[in-house]
T-cell receptor, first 112, second 113 residues
Framework: DVKVTQSSRYLVKRTGEKVFLECVQD?????MFWYRQDPGLGLRLIYF???????EKGDIPEGYSVSREKKERFSLILESASTNQTSMYLC???????????FGPGTRLTVT | KQEVTQIPAALSVPEGENLVLNCSFT??????LQWFRQDPGKGLTSLLL?????REQTSGRLNASLDKSSGRSTLYIAASQPGDSATYLC????????????FGQGTILTVHP
């Protein structure tokens, strides 16, 4: 079974803090993704990585950065957390563009 | 720009009913379409993936069809159960670039005993 894990299910941070969200997949997938999901706005792509050390901006990259030093791990970084970054964050991975995409359980981030 | 629409937005049915969820997309140049299920507060679970060359895929009580030329897919759930209650999302992958998925807004399904 494909497994995508995220470091925290729930996270509470203060405005201005630097926040790291970690995602690990165990299936040697090439592609990895970070989304956020908000009521009424659906799933929005923040960043994706099609290979180690490669990254591409998604639809809403502002305020975020990513790191992929190893194939199995994709990190999302909030450089200076703000209240409008309170959201559900979902990581996903897949072998390639013609294959199924698998999601992690999500991290509910609250910025106060 | 690809747009994905799911109808209805919400559906409530009694247990045992067969039901159909609809997904439509504006650009037929897709490579595949994937159906997901999402329980409240959880991540997405992949249900079915249909390649553009396929007409349908089946998994247990689920059957998904794809009509690429008309830009439509349906998810058929047979003999619904309360445990099927969830949000169902469809997503299409383009035939170009790195295949970033475009998601619909989802259908919230409630199956009551």
């Amino acid at each position: 079974d494909v497994k995508v894990t995220q470091s925290s299910r729930y996270l509470v941070k203060r405005t201005g803090e630097k926040v790291f969200l970690e995602c690990v997949q165990d299936m040697d997938h090439e592609n990895m993704f970070w989304y956020r999901q908000d009521p009424g706005l659906g799933l929005r792509l923040i960043y994706f990585s099609y290979d180690v050390k490669m990254k591409e901006k998604g639809d809403i990259p502002e305020g975020y950065s990513v790191s992929r030093e190893k194939k199995e791990r994709f990190s999302l970084i909030l450089e200076s957390a703000s209240t409008n970054q309170t959201s559900m964050y979902l990581c996903a991975s897949r072998t390639g563009p013609f294959y199924e995409q698998y999601f992690g359980p999500g991290t509910r981030l609250t910025v106060t | 720009k690809q747009e994905v629409t799911q109808i209805p937005a919400a559906l409530s049915v009694p247990e045992g009913e067969n039901l159909v969820l609809n997904c439509s997309f504006t650009d037929s140049a897709i490579y595949n379409l994937q159906w997901f299920r999402q329980d409240p507060g959880k991540g997405l679970t992949s249900l079915l993936l249909i390649q553009s060359s396929q007409r349908e895929q089946t998994s247990g009580r689920l059957n998904a069809s794809l009509d690429k030329s008309s830009g439509r897919s349906t998810l058929y759930i047979a003999a619904s159960q309360p445990g099927d209650s969830a949000t169902y999302l469809c997503a299409v992958s383009p035939g170009t670039s790195y295949g970033k998925l475009t998601f619909g807004q989802g259908t919230i399904l409630t199956v009551h005993p």
